[in-house]
């Protein structure tokens, strides 16, 4: 007794192993066997600026506002 835990959890570990396992990069993997080099992804980051307006400035105590209260 005992052991219905044990092994619920390794048929669950198996089951995910052998059908959710990584997703395969097809594109990849023909580039890879015709002899070509891999396609490169790049990753493109917006640059932030300092004209972008701070979306919690609402939210900041501004000591000028309340000095000229």
């Keep these: 007794?005992?052991?219905?835990?044990?092994k619920a959890k390794q048929t669950k570990v198996a089951r995910e192993l052998k059908y959710g396992g990584?997703?395969?990069?097809f594109d990849r993997?023909?580039?890879?066997?015709s002899g070509q080099p891999a396609p490169v992804y790049v990753e493109t980051v917006a640059a932030e600026t300092d004209?972008?307006?701070?979306p919690y400035a609402k939210?900041?105590?501004?000591?000028?506002?309340?000095?000229a209260k």
């Design 1 to 6: 007794m005992g052991r219905g835990r044990a």
């Design 22 to 25: 990584p997703q395969t990069d």
């Design 29 to 33: 993997l023909q580039a890879e066997l």
């Design 51 to 54: 004209s972008e307006e701070d």
């Design 59 to 67: 939210y900041y105590e501004d000591s000028e506002d309340e000095a």
